[in-house]
């Protein structure tokens, strides 16, 4: 079983940065895929990005790829999202989740822990 923890979310302006990050616990993190999804009000939860064990495979949503970028440490077991330019469309709960497959894409039902979401709100 994997405990995730996310945090760093809050407001921000439109062109804004904001870095989330998420802690696991309960397993070898280097023996994780992570991602980060979101799920805006009224919507379904969406893929945002991924990264595999190692960090060498990142993966992205279109509508984030220039703004957005995923990374980790292992030491730390942390994974990070660092997300610039921030747009209201950004405005959503992020979720950090953990598989533990190693396969160069990752679907949503790959992910079987999820943490509990930060909110994101980008004001106009």
């Known amino acids: 079983q994997v405990q995730l923890t996310e945090s760093g979310g809050g407001l921000v302006q439109a062109g804004g940065s904001l870095r989330l990050s998420c802690v696991a616990s309960?397993?070898?993190?280097?023996?994780?895929?992570m991602g980060w999804f979101r799920q805006a009000p009224g919507k379904e939860r969406e893929f945002v990005s991924s990264?595999?064990?190692?960090?060498?495979?990142?993966n992205y949503a279109d509508s984030v790829k220039g703004r957005f970028t995923i990374s980790r440490d292992n030491a730390k077991n942390t994974v990070y999202l660092q997300m610039n330019n921030l747009k209201p469309g950004d405005t959503a709960v992020y979720y950090c989740?953990?598989?533990?497959?190693?396969?160069?894409?990752?679907?949503?039902?790959?992910?079987?822990?999820w943490g509990q979401g930060t909110q994101v709100t980008v004001s106009s």
């Open positions: 990264v595999s064990w190692s960090g060498s495979r990142l």
């Open positions: 309960g397993r070898t993190f280097s023996s994780l895929a």
């Open positions: 989740a953990a598989s533990p497959l190693n396969k160069a894409t990752l679907a949503e039902a790959d992910f079987g822990s």
